[in-house]
């Protein structure tokens, strides 16, 4: 069975940092591109950061200079670290897993979400 778990969530001032991370159960990690996602109250869920199983990155532009991405292939997890954070970063972040194998067929796997509030 496939899980997602997100931790490190929290409450930070403006300007202060936080690392998210997201380990992974189940025999996809390897085989999956990973992304963190946000969603704020009254918006629509929106990519923060996704990094390829090669290891290629793209950052949403609000993110650009702030934020970084980084897997660790043999903790089957995925790290966002995020500094100089915004009130307008305060959202519930998520954690996305998709992919596809010949065991799976194609999937695409969510977290349950860590919530980030950032006070000014």
């Known amino acids: 069975q496939v899980q997602l778990v997100e931790s490190g969530g929290g409450l930070v001032q403006a300007g202060g940092s936080l690392r998210l991370s997201c380990t992974v159960s189940?025999?996809?990690?390897?085989?999956?591109?990973m992304g963190w996602y946000r969603q704020a109250p009254g918006k629509q869920r929106e990519l923060v950061a996704a990094?390829?199983?090669?290891?290629?990155?793209n950052f949403a532009d609000s993110a650009k200079g702030r934020f970084a991405i980084s897997r660790d292939n043999a903790k089957n997890t995925v790290y966002l670290q995020m500094v100089t954070l915004k009130p307008e970063d305060t959202a519930v972040y998520y954690c996305?897993?998709?992919?596809?194998?010949?065991?799976?067929?194609?999937?695409?796997?969510w977290g349950q979400g860590t919530q980030v509030t950032v006070s000014s």
């Open positions: 189940g025999n996809i990690f390897s085989s999956s591109a």
């Open positions: 990094i390829t199983v090669g290891g290629n990155i």
């Open positions: 996305n897993a998709r992919g596809s194998g010949v065991d799976t067929g194609e999937y695409d796997y």
